[in-house]
Nanobody, 115 residues
């Protein structure tokens, strides 16, 4: 069974940086797109960034130029480097992976940016 284990969330001041990691455990077969989504209190979950198997990336307009998504296929891990964080980036961040088995979500990691 495939599971996603996220880490790297926390509390940071505005302008600071955090790096999120999401590792796939189990027996992932044919991992395709990987991505990060977030959900702020009272809001719907929204896409932050995605990366395909051949490293094509896509970002929400609100994070372009500040966040960078990357992946290590050998480690079955996807990363989200977040720089110049803003209070409006505060949310629970979820990892999502699409593979031959289907679609999996992580448990979420809290990111809080103080002003």
């Amino acid at each position: 069974q495939v599971q996603l284990v996220e880490s790297g969330g926390g509390l940071v001041q505005a302008g600071g940086s955090l790096r999120l990691s999401c590792a796939i455990s189990g027996r992932p077969f044919r991992v395709n797109a990987m991505g990060w989504y977030r959900q702020a209190p009272g809001k719907q979950r929204e896409l932050v960034a995605t990366i395909t198997r051949d490293d094509r990336t896509n970002y929400a307009d609100s994070v372009k130029g500040r966040f960078t998504i990357s992946r290590d296929n050998a480690k079955n891990t996807v990363y989200l480097q977040m720089n110049s964080l803003k209070p409006e980036d505060t949310a629970v961040y979820y990892c999502n992976v699409d593979g031959a088995w289907g679609d999996s979500w992580g448990q979420g990691t809290q990111v809080t940016v103080s002003s």
